[in-house]
């Protein structure tokens, strides 16, 4: 099982980004996907997920400037992120929703800043 997050980088206040994450060693159109992220200091927090049906469900803080969305021909999912904050600035991962939690990727980092 491999996820493996991209895109990631440094974007200043209002901006926008869009990170990708590719997986392997799963059913990915079997599986509810989700993003995660952690900021420094604190806890890694769910914050988008997608089910295998193409419902999404987000955390109040990114609902409605991060959308969500999948591939299954790619095994890919997305996460298009718009008016970016500076609390956004954390290292973005995906997983499975709920997570494999012996299986995350490295993560991508985003940073928010002027």
């Known amino acids: 099982v491999q996820f493996v997050e991209s895109g990631g980088g440094l974007v200043q206040p209002g901006g926008s ?37 193409g419902n999404t469900d987000y955390a109040d803080s990114v609902k409605g400037r991060f959308t969500i969305s999948r591939d299954n021909a790619k095994s890919t999912v997305y996460l298009q992120m718009n008016s970016l904050k500076p609390e956004d600035t954390a290292v973005y991962s995906c997983n499975t929703q709920p997570p494999m939690n012996d299986f995350w990727g490295q993560g991508t980092q985003v940073t928010v800043s002027s």
Not at 24 to 52: C, H, T
């Open 17 to 53: 980004l869009r990170v990708s994450c590719a997986t392997s060693g799963i059913p990915f159109r079997l599986n509810d996907m989700g993003w995660y992220r952690q900021a420094p200091g604190k806890q890694r927090e769910w914050i988008a997920d997608v089910s295998i049906i």
